[in-house]
């Protein structure tokens, strides 16, 4: 079996990609910026097996880019959060997110500074006010429809800020307008 270390590489990115270079592992970080906090929304939006999602949160606690609390909604259950160091992943993201839509694929969201509405430049940066906007100053827009239908997705068809939570599992979510 393939470890997941890069013992021999004495180099930042290895250090990196023993976090984040997993299968999943930075589609989890994703939706956690999308506000995804709880297993049964990542796992309606990721189509990802139990046991592999379980492992890779898990991991990601462990390395400290999530924190686990306990759900004030579901007694027993968790919600995972980006922790500061995990919220730092933004600009790497971006940057994959902007690679992939140039090469491979157009982004079913946009990123737009949520302060003045201007749609972020390549480098995250609002190019009218002059800053990189943090994460949770950040708005997602669609800007195409996207087949799926599970609760995240219906939720990310509205104009929606990084890191504010979305309760598609839970009682007190919304209902999501289509
Ligand atoms: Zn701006």
Redesign the pocket.
């Known amino acids: 079996m393939l470890g997941n270390t890069y013992e021999g590489q004495d180099c930042a990115l290895a250090r990196a990609l023993e976090v984040i270079g997993e299968r999943w592992t930075l589609l989890i970080v994703r939706d956690a910026f999308y506000g995804v906090e709880r297993f049964n929304d990542f796992r309606a939006h990721l189509d990802i097996p139990r046991a592999v999602l379980a492992e890779r949160l898990g991991g990601l606690v462990d390395d400290g880019v999530l924190e686990r609390q306990p759900d004030p909604g579901h007694a027993g259950r968790h919600r995972y959060r980006l922790t500061p160091e995990g919220q730092d992943l933004w600009p790497a993201l971006h940057a994959l997110l902007v690679w992939g839509g140039r090469h491979r694929q157009l982004n079913a969201l946009s990123f737009?500074?949520?302060?003045?509405?201007?749609a972020l430049d390549d480098n995250g940066a609002?190019?009218?006010?002059?800053?990189v906007?943090a994460p949770q100053d950040v708005l997602t827009e669609p800007v195409r429809r996207t087949e799926r239908q599970d609760p995240v997705a219906l939720a990310l068809r509205r104009p929606h800020r990084l890191l504010e939570a979305i309760s598609a599992d839970g009682e007190d979510g919304e209902t999501p307008r289509l």
């Open positions: 737009k500074h949520a302060e003045c509405g201007s609002c190019p009218a006010c002059k800053v906007p």
